[in-house]
Nanobody, 120 residues
Framework: QVQLVESGGGLVQSGGSLRLSCAAS????????MGWFRQAPGKEREFVSA????????DYADSVKARFTISRDNAKNTVYLQMNSLEPEDTAVYYC?????????????WGQGTQVTVSS
């Protein structure tokens, strides 16, 4: 079992940046593939990014590639999502996820979500 707590969401203007963090507790953090998903109002939850257990491999949705960067610090049990050049279309609740499979990212555990709102 692992517990995930996201932070770092907020309101930002178009073109701005935010960094999301997800702190994990419970079983060994480094044994999990970690990822981020998002859900906009009226839409299904969608994959954003994933990172392998060691951090050597990353994966991104086409819509965020070159703008978002995922990273992890296994010593701090934390995964990050640096979001640059934010657009109003990035507005959503962002969820941290942990799982066993890298591609496709298949979560077994979810955080409670953090709201990101991008104003135009």
């Amino acid at each position: 079992q692992v517990q995930l707590v996201e932070s770092g969401g907020g309101l930002v203007q178009s073109g701005g940046s935010l960094r999301l963090s997800c702190a994990a507790s419970g079983r060994t953090f480094s044994s999990y593939v970690m990822g981020w998903f998002r859900q906009a109002p009226g839409k299904e939850r969608e994959f954003v990014s994933a990172i392998s257990r060691s951090g050597s491999f990353t994966d991104y949705a086409d819509s965020v590639k070159a703008r978002f960067t995922i990273s992890r610090d296994n010593a701090k049990n934390t995964v990050y999502l640096q979001m640059n050049s934010l657009e109003p279309e990035d507005t959503a609740v962002y969820y941290c996820a942990a799982g066993a499979i890298f591609q496709p990212m298949s979560p077994n555990y979810w955080g409670q979500g953090t709201q990101v709102t991008v104003s135009s």
